[in-house]
C-alpha cells in the first residue's frame, strides 16, 4: 500500500493552498464550491466540515484549497496538511471517478503560434500536471500521445502542457496540409480517455520538481528573478505554447541564464523579442541587479 506524504506550496492568490501529495490522486480535474456538489468525492466532503474552506480543487498529485478570511493559512495549513495524510493513508477515495459527473466531449482547436514551426492544439480539459518536452520519440517512451504523434513523419517535438499540445514541424510540410490531421488525431486520442503521460512519469516530474524547489538557489536576486518570471512572465510564455525556466544568476556579471521551451525554443522572433522584454522588465524591476538575460533553447 502506498504510503503519502503532503508538501504545502504557496500559490499567486494568497486565499489557496496547495497541498502536495508524493502520489497520483486522480485523473481528472475536479472543483467543488460546497457540500453539495462534492458527492462524488468523500474528501471534499469532509474537507467542507472545515468551516474555513470555501472551495475545493482536485487535480494530478495535487488538493489546493481557496479559505474564507475568516482565517490564515499560517495558524490552520499544518492541521489540514496532516489531516490529508492521514485520510490519503486510510485508503479512503479520493474522488469515484466511476461514477463522477459526465465526462464533458473533448474539444481541441488550433492556434498559430510566434514560431512559424510551431502549432498549439489546446484541448477543453487539463491533460497533465506539469510540462514535459520530448525532442524524439526515444525521449516519448512514456507518453503515449507523444509516442504516436512522432509516428508522423512531419513532427519534430512536442511539448506538452496543462491543456494543450505543441507540436514542431519539420520544414518539409505546410500547416495548411496537416493541422486538421493533428487536430482531429489529438482529439480522438483525448477522446478515448487513452494516458496522455505515464503515471509514474507524472509522479517523477513532481518529485524532480519538488526537489529542484528544495535546490532552488537562496540568494535574494534568484529568488527575485524566479518570482517575477512565474508571476509575469510564465502565463504570456504559455498563451503563447511555451515555456520559460529559470537556470542561473551570475552575480559578477550580472547576467540571468533561461531556458525556452515548446513554441519559444527556436523560434527566430521570440529568442529575440523574450531575451529583450524579459530583460527590459528584470532591470526596471530589479535596477542595476541585472546587466543581461542570455536566452537558451531548451
Known amino acids: 500500500m502506498k504510503e503519502y506524504n503532503i508538501t504545502v506550496v504557496e500559490t499567486n492568490n494568497p486565499a489557496i493552498?496547495?497541498?502536495?501529495?508524493?502520489h497520483f490522486l486522480v485523473k481528472d480535474n475536479y472543483e467543488y464550491k460546497n457540500i453539495d456538489e462534492a458527492k462524488d468525492s468523500p474528501l471534499a466532503q469532509q474537507l467542507f466540515y472545515l468551516p474555513f474552506i470555501k472551495t475545493v480543487?482536485?487535480?494530478?498529485?495535487?488538493?489546493?484549497?481557496?479559505?474564507?478570511?475568516?482565517?490564515?493559512?499560517?495558524d490552520v495549513k499544518d492541521e489540514v496538511a496532516q489531516n490529508l495524510v492521514e485520510y490519503l493513508n486510510s485508503g479512503e477515495p479520493v474522488v469515484m471517478e466511476s461514477s463522477s459527473q459526465k465526462k464533458i466531449p473533448i474539444t481541441v482547436y488550433a492556434e498559430v503560434t510566434p514560431n512559424p514551426a510551431v502549432m498549439k492544439y489546446v484541448a477543453n480539459k487539463a491533460i497533465v500536471p506539469s510540462t514535459f518536452e520530448f525532442k524524439n520519440i526515444d525521449e516519448a517512451k512514456n507518453s503515449e500521445l507523444a509516442k504516436k504523434l512522432f509516428h508522423f513523419p512531419f513532427v519534430k517535438e512536442v511539448f506538452l502542457d496543462q491543456n494543450y499540445v505543441s507540436i514542431t514541424k519539420y520544414d518539409m510540410a505546410d500547416w495548411t496540409d496537416i493541422t486538421m490531421e493533428l487536430r482531429e488525431f489529438i482529439r480522438d486520442f483525448l477522446a478515448q480517455?487513452?494516458?496522455?503521460?505515464?503515471?509514474?512519469?507524472?509522479?517523477?516530474?513532481?518529485e524532480s520538481s519538488s526537489k529542484e524547489n528544495v535546490d532552488q538557489p537562496q540568494d535574494e536576486t534568484s529568488l527575485q528573478i524566479i518570482n517575477i518570471l512565474e508571476e509575469y512572465v510564465k502565463p504570456a510564455v504559455a498563451s503563447d505554447g511555451g515555456n520559460i525556466l529559470f537556470q542561473s544568476y551570475e552575480e559578477?556579471?550580472?547576467?540571468?541564464?533561461?531556458?525556452?521551451?515548446?513554441?519559444?525554443?527556436?523560434?527566430?522572433?521570440?529568442?529575440?523579442?523574450l531575451k529583450n522584454g524579459i530583460e527590459t522588465m528584470l532591470k526596471n524591476m530589479l535596477g542595476d541587479k541585472v546587466?543581461?538575460?542570455?536566452?537558451l533553447n531548451g
Not at 57 to 74: K, M, P, T
Not at 193 to 206: L, R, T, W, Y
Open 291 to 295: 546587466n543581461e538575460v542570455v536566452a
Open 17 to 22: 493552498l496547495k497541498f502536495e501529495a508524493n
Open 193 to 206: 480517455g487513452q494516458e496522455v503521460v505515464s503515471v509514474d512519469s507524472i509522479a517523477k516530474a513532481e
Open 57 to 74: 480543487y482536485v487535480s494530478g498529485n495535487f488538493i489546493a484549497l481557496e479559505r474564507y478570511d475568516i482565517v490564515q493559512w499560517s
Open 252 to 273: 559578477d556579471s550580472k547576467t540571468v541564464n533561461v531556458i525556452l521551451q515548446g513554441a519559444c525554443s527556436g523560434c527566430p522572433s521570440s529568442t529575440f523579442t
